[in-house]
């Protein structure tokens, strides 16, 4: 649907039905061509108003947020779309530590990691990082992507085997494609089908590595693996475990350890990693473990640590003062109002006939349906004032399409009512639009 409210049938049918996949796969001599098909298809979603993505603000992240797409159409209204779980980005301490940060030591490191890159600030970041997360030894690096992809890449060789969760997130899949052809998915969060992977392989293969790879929170879904289960079944058999907890490190919990900590299950992973973009208002990641030579192993053989610069002396002083937070009584106060409001969004979502996914966290699935319907909904959303981001197949299964509501401690009800209401507006809106077709063809 164009922003004037049009659209032929012809280009409905490939703007609202099509995905993603149907773009990607092309082929021909030259490289750069090969995407044409790609880009064309993607500014006519935009030319209709159904390109919800490549958004950019224009002031800093908060409740309620001036939000523009690509070519530059701007809307304000309330933000459901930004990760910034615990509003730290604008704390008045976390900017000040920022401030200092670049008196004290520039705005560069200056180097990797494995030569002259860290500063004191990094050093001292990766002591406290390991004691909030009941580690001996805790690793930084400057994206969050690079420690999940790169610490697989670290221990994974082509003979060792990595039994994934089919949800995991992208860079842990491309970390294990990118080590092994041994790659087992299992069905979303099914204990037994990866324990029946982890027998045949071990029996199978006795003397190969394996990596079990999981999340706390699946980003998607909204879900929680039972970890004590999964690493007493990789224990047993001498494999691996590892852990992405980038969603609910920080934000959930009464100690902000996240499900780990609630499922008592803190400091148990033999590898957690994570990222700080969510709760640490701060670009950048973390690997931990109890095994310390996993670190210079690491420093020393691991692209996106050893051939990549490393986090900046800004980034080490905003995560600190994060955490500084987050371990105070303040960092209780602001996980108890998130929770609350996940709670509220969840509830009214419900009672407005919405479905939803997964347990309580900062990310609320609401499954919209087809292509259609949800690119319709978002972009009615878009208009009244509604920001949130819009996931799509292959992202998720077909037919699945979903707004992953990030909640924040800042909001408060008459937000998240307004949403609600924005909300159930915008679908009434899309499927009367859809009506009108049908019967039009």
Known sequence: MSRDGSMSDTIANSLLSGSLADYIEHDGASLLNRWREHQDWWDGRLRFGIDPYSKFTSSRIATECTASTRDGHTVSGVNFGSQEYLNLASHPEVLHAAKNAIDDFGVHSAGSAALMGNTKLSVDLEQRMAEFLGYKDCTVFPTGWGAGYGVIKTLVRPSDHVIIDRLA????????????????????????????????IRNDHPAAGILVVTETVFSMDSDVPDIAALQNLCRAHGATL????????????????????????????????????????????????????????????????????????????????????????????????????????????????????????????????????????????????????????????????????????????????????????????????????????
């Open 169 to 200: 997130h992208a860079s842990l899949h491309e970390g294990a494609r990118g080590s092994t052809g041994n790659v087992h998915t299992f069905p979303h969060l099914s204990f037994e089908h990866a324990k029946t992977l982890l027998l045949k």
């Open 242 to 441: 590892m852990v992405d907890a980038a969603h609910d490190m920080g934000a959930i919990a009464p100690k902000g350890g996240g499900y780990l900590e609630l499922q008592g299950c803190t400091g148990m992973p033999d590898i957690l990693m994570g990222s700080f973009s969510k709760t640490f208002a701060s670009n950048g990641g973390f690997v931990a473990s109890n095994d310390t030579n996993l670190k210079l192993a690491m420093r020393y053989g691991c692209g996106p640590l050893t051939f990549t610069n490393a986090i900046s002396p800004i980034q080490c002083a905003i995560i600190s003062k994060c955490l500084d937070i987050i371990e105070r009584d303040e960092g209780v106060e602001l996980r108890s109002r998130l929770m609350e409001n996940v709670l509220y969004m969840r509830k009214r979502m419900a009672e407005s006939d919405f479905i939803l996914f997964g347990q309580p966290s900062a990310i609320v699935p609401v499954i919209l349906g087809d292509n259609a319907i949800s690119r319709l909904t978002t972009h009615h959303a878009f208009e009244l004032g509604g920001i949130t981001n819009l996931v799509e197949y292959p992202a998720v299964k077909r037919d699945t399409s979903r707004w992953r509501i990030q909640m924040m401690a800042n909001h408060n009800k008459n937000q998240i009512d307004k949403f609600v209401d924005i909300a159930v507006r915008a679908r009434q809106n899309a499927s009367s639009y859809l009506e009108v077709m049908s019967k039009a063809r």
